[in-house]
């Protein structure tokens, strides 16, 4: 069973980097044809899928978001990290690893969420 934990600060101030991690168990994050992405939903709003981490550690961001996101991975610790940078009140939402098989695979396995919120 594949299982994903988020974890990281649940308050960032204005213009500091946002930092999360997702800690992977059940399969290796390089087996594969597997992809981890970070999916966010703002207070109100619908998903909105941030980026991914392949099986192969190329990556892919949403470009509304690509200037201000990295994703990396800790193969040791079967980890993938999201870091967001200069974040505004607006970066506030529950945050989400996931993971898909695939180029076109459905979310199958997702993290419980963690809310972070930016605030002074």
């Known amino acids: 069973q594949v299982q994903l934990q988020e974890s990281g600060p649940g308050l960032v101030k204005p213009s500091q980097t946002l930092s999360l991690t997702c800690t992977v168990s059940g399969c290796s994050i390089t087996t594969n044809y597997y992809y981890w992405s970070w999916i966010r939903q703002p207070p109100g709003k619908g998903l909105e899928w941030i980026g991914y981490i392949a099986y192969s550690g190329s990556t892919y961001y949403s470009p509304s978001l690509k200037s201000r996101t990295s994703i990396s991975r800790d193969t040791s610790k079967n980890q993938f990290t999201l870091q967001l940078s200069s974040v505004t009140p607006e970066d506030t939402a529950v945050y989400y690893c996931?993971?898909?098989?695939?180029?076109?695979?459905?979310?199958?396995?997702w993290g419980q969420g963690t809310q972070v919120t930016v605030s002074s």
């Open positions: 996931a993971h898909n098989e695939g180029d076109y695979g459905s979310y199958d396995y």
